[in-house]
């Protein structure tokens, strides 16, 4: 699509490992700005493999004229491998999670993506096991959702997959949300799309530790641990006003806009 045709600046936005370094081959003289939305390969290869690769992806960075990175975890790690970025954060938009529902006395925990091993779901299960009394909506569907279904208990309830305009109505529904993901190397850089929307609805969220959240106070790293912050937050609601306030000053969608068009003009 770029071959030879001279553009001036090429922005690859969350591009897969090799594509920043095709691309500059294709159009050398364009001005190539990559943001990198994740580690892919951290995802899918480890050791020697991801070493190989990972060569390979350098090439990449290096060819490229500037990184834009999605946090200050993920600059720290380029900066440690030599490549320097400006870090232009994941951006949610408000108005799309603008809600009338409100929550009902069911107390309801949510979780909402693809199913994936990657989204280390089970957690959410043994909770659930142990937390008969609140229910646990995993909304999705995906590769692990036939697997997860035969160990939930009676309080875990699989909505499958709903269109992302309706997303906004569920979280009105619950009282916290839940954005979590494996050990997986790669996932210590990434925010996460779940962790912005529910912020924006004004909703408490979990999440699984990682290095990308700093000492944001709702992490955790074990099933009691994830436990003991749900009846705190269950009992205090307005935290989830504290985290709208915050995420909405630095990921606004006009915000993080201005942002990469005044990286793409520089």
Not at 182 to 204: I, W
Request: proline share 5%; hydrophobic share 40%; net charge positive.
């Amino acid at each position: 699509m770029v071959f030879l045709k001279g553009y001036d600046v090429i922005y690859c936005d969350d591009s897969f490992p090799f594509y920043p370094l095709f691309v500059k081959m294709a159009s050398p003289r364009s001005k190539v700005i990559i943001r990198l939305g994740d580690f892919h390969l951290m995802y899918y290869f480890s050791g020697w493999k991801y070493r190989f690769l990972h060569f390979f992806e350098k090439q990449g960075w290096k060819a490229a004229d500037k990184i834009l990175s999605i946090s200050e975890a993920m600059q720290e790690q380029l900066a440690s491998e030599g490549f320097s970025s400006v870090v232009v954060p994941d951006p949610v938009e408000p108005a799309n999670f603008i809600t009338d529902e409100k929550p009902g006395t069911d107390k309801i925990v949510m979780f909402h993506g693809v199913i994936t091993r990657n989204k280390n779901l089970d957690v959410m299960l043994k909770a659930a096991l142990l937390m008969p009394e609140i229910y646990f909506w995993i909304v999705g569907d995906g590769p692990d959702a036939q697997r997860l279904m035969g160990q939930a208990t009676e309080n875990v309830v699989f909505t499958g997959w709903h269109d992302y305009k309706t997303i906004n109505n569920l979280i009105g529904h619950c009282h916290i949300g839940l954005a979590l993901r494996s050990d997986n190397p790669g996932n210590e850089y990434v925010v996460t799309s779940p962790f912005l929307q529910y912020a924006a609805s004004g909703k408490p969220c979990l999440v699984t530790r990682r290095k990308v959240f700093g000492k944001y106070k709702w992490q955790f790293s074990n099933v009691g641990e994830m436990i003991d912050k749900i009846q705190y937050l269950l009992k205090h609601p307005e935290e989830g006003k504290k985290l709208q306030k915050r995420v909405l000053k630095r990921h606004n969608a006009r915000k993080v806009a201005d942002q990469i068009w005044y990286q793409l003009s520089s």
